[in-house]
Every structure is written in C-alpha cells, then in structure tokens.
C-alpha cells in the first residue's frame, strides 16, 4: 500500500453515482442491500493496462 495515497470517503444516496477515474485504485462498503452495475471503459490511457 502507498504510505501517499489519499483516502476520499463519502456517503452515496439513492440515484446517486460514484465515477472512479482511470487507475484509481478503489474500496466500497455498502451499508444495506445494494445492486451495483459496473463499466470498465479503456481508451489511448490506460489501453496497455487492458492488453497486459
């Protein structure tokens, strides 16, 4: 783990959504029942990641 890395913590309600940006690395708690839907986009940044 990076001794620099910066914590961002917040409370997410109903409708709304939370966009994690390219190699950010990410933890979420859900606090009730939760349905979570994902996309993975890859593009020019981070299309080497992907591949590998």
């Known amino acids: 783990m990076c001794v620099l890395a910066i914590w961002l913590e917040c409370t997410e309600d109903a409708g709304e959504i939370i966009f994690v940006?390219?190699?950010w690395y990410h933890q979420f708690?859900?606090?009730?029942?939760?349905?979570?839907?994902?996309?993975?986009?890859?593009?020019?940044?981070?299309?080497?990641?992907?591949?590998?």
């Open 21 to 23: 940006p390219s190699g």
């Open 29 to 52: 708690h859900n606090l009730e029942d939760t349905i979570s839907i994902n996309h993975n986009w890859f593009n020019a940044y981070n299309l080497s990641w992907v591949v590998n």
